[in-house]
């Protein structure tokens, strides 16, 4: 073992009692800003200092890895000063610390290649799928293949979420003895933990406040209370997701939402197939905090020298992009330009790419609001939108062509 005293203050009071857990599933859920992630990279690095354990940790789409459960784990190295403990290879999304224990990050963009994955000491003994959700069962019987060999510790795997939908698999697999109001369920396989803003110290007031004005109720439910969700009124209910990657398309367009600090920016690269009423959702970029120069960078080798169609609302943006190489230009919205761009884009049968996880959670959480009655309304609620807006964006032109041809009719 690694000399190193765990401090009590550094964690949530929740959580202090779980660190040992030793369950086969267990499953940290609830609401937004609960600290259910930090503490299980926190149990994480502890367990790599204490050495007997590697980690595999793994979300639906890899690239996604990098920029949360990697990062996560760096900053609790970095917090609790034990920095000079572990070797961080960032090409390879490695962590390992110095007795040899190490953390892998990886995708689960190809379960299959997850075979080959071996630690340089040990065995695997835990995994950790972030946002849960995302996956599917047969993904998870897939991993837990991985945990083979012998060793003196439980064999773990730690899932963590907000709980989309009552409708998913991991409701129906797992939470069968535990209620809507439940907060803890223990068995001698099966640890599940729901926390909530509330169970977290670290928050500001402001945090808080954000999550208690929650108007809608459905995110009220899952991200404030932690609750599953029973969606109701959703915008797009046939769209399908498949592997397009061995396909060749014709008629791309290219769309852009922005965003920075609270809200991402979104971009989205799709094809059309007007005479099978087709839309395919090939390739996304959606992340925080970019600036317009490195936006402008990780969109290039998709668009080229096309065209990109991006909200008009934002010509400071657009110019900057503009000036660092690609062809931005403003999609004209026009009035009620939301509402003819949802109209218009349910005429086709939407398929997305597996890997565009981004794009499928929208899709699936899309909604209308509802009035004092439960009713929908035609307005959507403004959230969960910026792949959609940019999927908007996009084939404004398109719209605006059919437009034409409706006046001329």
């Known amino acids: 073992m690694t000399r190193f ?3 009590k203050s550094w964690c949530n009071d929740i959580y202090w009692d779980r660190f040992d857990s030793d369950q086969h599933i267990q499953i940290f859920f609830g609401g937004s800003s609960a600290g259910k992630s930090v503490f299980v990279a926190q149990r994480m690095i502890f367990d ?8 595999l ?8 890895n990098r920029q ?6 760096q900053k609790v190295i970095t917090d609790w000063g034990v920095r000079d403990l572990f070797k961080i290879n960032k090409s390879e999304l ?3 610390c110095s007795n040899g224990y190490q953390s892998i990050f990886s995708g689960l963009d190809d379960v299959e ?17 972030e946002e849960a959700t995302e996956t599917s069962n047969n993904t998870l019987l897939h991993l837990e293949r991985r945990l083979r060999g012998e060793s003196k510790h439980s064999k773990r795997i730690t899932m963590t979420f907000n709980p989309i939908l009552q409708s998913h698999w991991i409701y129906k697999k797992y939470f069968n003895n535990f209620g809507d109001n439940d907060n803890i369920f223990e068995s001698k396989d099966l640890l599940i933990l729901r926390t909530t803003y509330k169970n977290n110290k670290f928050l500001s007031d402001q945090d808080r406040q954000i999550l208690e004005n929650e108007k809608d109720k459905y995110f009220y439910d899952v991200y404030t209370l932690g609750k599953w969700g029973v969606l109701g009124k959703t915008i797009f209910t046939d769209f399908e997701i498949q592997d397009l990657s061995h396909h060749t398309f014709e008629n791309h367009r290219y769309g852009q939402d922005f965003g920075f600090g609270g809200h991402p920016a979104a971009f989205i690269e799709s094809a059309i197939n007007f005479e099978k009423k087709e839309i395919y959702i090939l390739n996304e970029i959606y992340e925080k905090g970019l600036t317009n120069p490195v936006l402008a960078n990780m969109i290039s080798p998709y668009c080229e020298r096309h065209r990109v169609m991006c909200d008009e609302a934002e010509p400071k943006s657009i110019a900057e992009l503009n000036q660092n190489g690609i062809m931005a230009v403003g999609a004209k919205k026009g009035k009620d330009s939301v509402l003819f761009g949802i109209q218009w884009l ?5 398929i997305i790419d597996k890997k565009c996880q981004n794009t499928i959670n929208e899709f699936q959480l899309y909604k209308w609001q509802e009035d004092r009655h439960g009713e929908a309304t035609q307005t959507p609620v403004k959230k969960n939108d910026h792949a959609i807006d940019a999927i908007r964006y996009s084939f404004a032109e398109d719209m605006q062509q059919r437009k034409k041809v ?4």
């Open 346 to 350: 349910r005429q086709f049968n939407v």
């Open 113 to 129: 290649k997850l075979k080959s994955i071996t630690a340089l000491h040990g065995i695997l003994t835990d995994i950790w799928i």
């Open 68 to 73: 949360s459960t990697f990062a996560l784990a």
């Open 5 to 7: 005293e765990l401090g």
């Open 94 to 96: 490695t962590i390992t």
């Open 57 to 64: 940790v793994v979300r639906n789409v890899g690239r996604t």
């Open 48 to 55: 790599l200092l204490k050495g007997g354990r590697n980690y």
């Open 406 to 409: 409706s006046r001329i009719t």
